[in-house]
């Protein structure tokens, strides 16, 4: 992972460089941005569609089992005007035979993000409960011999996590409202160096049954629960480049060091064992976004890959899984309802960290 980290940055330092000596372009005239075009105050509503699953490892009979929800492709509502953006997603319904091989999965996520000038916060809930181990054929369970497509279950494995952001950006000619809430146009190609730190308050809970096939439930004599905070520091570089008027690409690079400090108990023998933990690990995000961003329509896709450098030991839950997602959205601004407007303006007025844009 190092040498990919160090080939990454090596493509990236000349872009940086010449982002931060950048001086900011604007008509003498009008004293416009001549790099972004503000849509801020229009409504912007957008759906999208993604495969984003979530995913752990656990430690299960001396090996490591790969657990996920049963969710494949989830649908998102997503309104923003001024700074706010906010997300709602839904999932289709399941098959009959989906839900007996990996189990019902109860899932509720929302999202909220924050868009100022220079600083960009986001928050987000995400409650799952039930699982099924990904790689059931790893373990020897003589039962899934007449359905090898059944997947062991954890029913009742819940998880429930708090999850931010926040990050600042160092040239003002680059836009991150175009890419994250789409109340902005990258008029013209630019990049800036961002830093921001990532953090989780996670609890886990419910491992202690699970189910095989041709069978009840099955109750483990031992087993743990967890709770944790997390936080990651980053910094990195992202670039939009804009040709043929409004189409676009953007890529980024995220480097960061994160510490996941945690607490388990540990159930065994009807006694209760606690113990406080601290894990140091490395952390890289990228991903790349294409599409098209006019003044009434905008679509496009987003993939995004993410890797650490933990590992799973000490029989204990990896919950910094590395994963990859795409995302498709299509997107229409018009002119915001005055129940909107009036909402959002009494906000702006009220709430002292809206009535500075800039901050």
């Known amino acids: ?73 989830s649908y998102g509502l997503v309104l923003s005007y001024k700074v706010l953006s906010f997300r709602l997603a839904i999932r289709p319904k399941l098959s009959e035979n989906e839900l007996e091989n990996k189990g019902k999965t ?19 809930f995400n409650y799952n409960r039930g699982f099924y181990i990904e790689n059931t054929s790893d ?16 029913p009742y494995l819940t998880t429930n996590i708090l999850s931010g ?5 160092f040239n003002d000619n680059y836009s991150v409202k175009a890419l994250e809430s789409n109340t902005e146009i990258q008029l013209k190609s630019a990049g800036t160096f961002q830093v921001g730190l990532n953090y989780a308050l996670y609890f886990l809970k419910g491992t202690q049954d699970i ?14 629960e967890y709770t944790g905070f997390s936080p990651v520091f980053n910094a990195g570089y992202h670039y939009t480049f804009v040709f ?27 006694n209760v064992t606690n113990s ?11 991903g790349i976004t294409a599409g098209f961003n006019g003044k009434k329509i905008y679509f496009g896709g987003t993939y995004n890959y993410y890797l650490n450098t933990v590992k799973l030991k000490d029989k204990e839950v990896n919950l910094q899984p590395r994963e990859n997602n795409f995302h498709l959205f299509l997107g229409y601004r018009f002119k915001a309802p005055k ?5 959002v303006d009494y906000i702006e007025k009220n709430v002292p960290v809206f009535k500075k844009d800039s901050n």
């Open 1 to 73: 992972m190092r040498k990919h980290l160090f080939f990454i940055s090596t493509l990236l330092l000349p872009l940086f460089v010449s982002s931060q000596i950048e001086e900011i372009k604007t008509d003498s005239l009008s004293s416009r941005n001549l790099f972004i075009e503000d849509f801020s105050n229009q409504l912007n509503v957008k759906l999208d569609v993604t495969n984003s699953q979530v995913k752990y490892f656990i430690p299960y009979e001396g090996r490591d089992a790969r657990i996920r929800t049963n969710q494949a492709i």
């Open 244 to 270: 043929h008027n409004y189409w676009f690409v953007n890529a980024y690079g995220n480097p960061g060091m994160g510490v996941d400090f945690y607490n388990t108990k540990l159930y065994e023998n009807n």
């Open 339 to 343: 129940q909107v407007r009036k909402s």
């Open 276 to 286: 406080s933990n601290a894990k140091l690990f490395f952390a890289f995000r990228t």
């Open 139 to 154: 373990f020897d369970f003589e039962n899934n011999i007449d359905n090898p497509s059944f997947k062991v279950q954890f």
């Open 106 to 124: 109860d899932n509720f996520r929302m999202r909220v993000k924050l868009l100022f000038d220079k600083w960009t916060h986001r928050l987000e």
């Open 165 to 169: 952001s926040s990050r600042y950006k």
């Open 211 to 224: 189910k095989v096939a041709d069978q009840d439930f099955i109750n483990r004599d031992s087993y743990k």
